[in-house]
């Protein structure tokens, strides 16, 4: 893919959705992945499979035969706004998005420096400090791996204990 034209597209869609800079750049590397011509369009098919391994559902729509990246990127930023808008609440379906971002190359699994950047992803409203503690506590070393359902697992398990310690501070006062 042309440089230029990936750094063009990469600017428009920076300022038309909001997907951040990471965010876009992990896309990208993920579409030239598929993109095995390098004309910086997909097929029908690799586009929908693309989706579905960001963790998005519906990607099968595609109107044209050949999906351009920019339109790829703005469909996906719509996908997420949907899922954060209609699922609030619903922390495993951020756990689930945030990891398939992040297992990039597709290894279905994520170090402990890519355990912080998840942490920032799913939107617990944890400080920087405690994201950071919460990495070395889980690792001694950066070579630690996660898999989808291990970080899924522990994020359960440790809302539910925080949840029932709040409830347990609540009946104390």
Same mark, same amino acid.
């Given at each position: ?28 590397? @993920? ?133 029932? @310690? ?8």
């Amino acid at each position: 893919m042309d440089p230029a034209i990936e750094e063009s597209v990469k600017m428009s869609v920076l300022g038309k959705t909001k997907l951040d800079g990471d965010e876009i750049n992990t896309m990208v590397d @993920m579409f030239k992945y598929y993109d095995t011509d390098n004309d910086a369009h997909l097929t029908r098919d690799e586009a929908s499979t693309l989706y579905l391994e960001l963790g998005y559902v519906g990607g099968n729509h595609w109107s044209q035969k050949r999906v351009p990246l920019e339109t790829f990127l703005i469909k996906c930023a719509a996908a997420k706004k949907d899922m954060l808008d209609n699922a609030v609440d619903d922390l495993e379906s951020r756990c689930r998005h945030a990891f398939r971002i992040l297992d990039n190359p597709r290894t279905d699994t994520v170090n402990s420096h890519k355990l912080r950047t998840f942490l920032k992803e799913i939107d617990l409203n944890l400080e920087d400090a405690t994201i950071e503690r919460i990495g070395e506590l889980i690792s001694t070393s950066d070579e630690a791996e996660f898999t989808e359902e291990d970080l899924l697992e522990y994020i359960k398990t440790n809302l539910r204990m925080a949840h029932g @310690m709040l409830n347990a501070k609540k009946e104390e006062e």
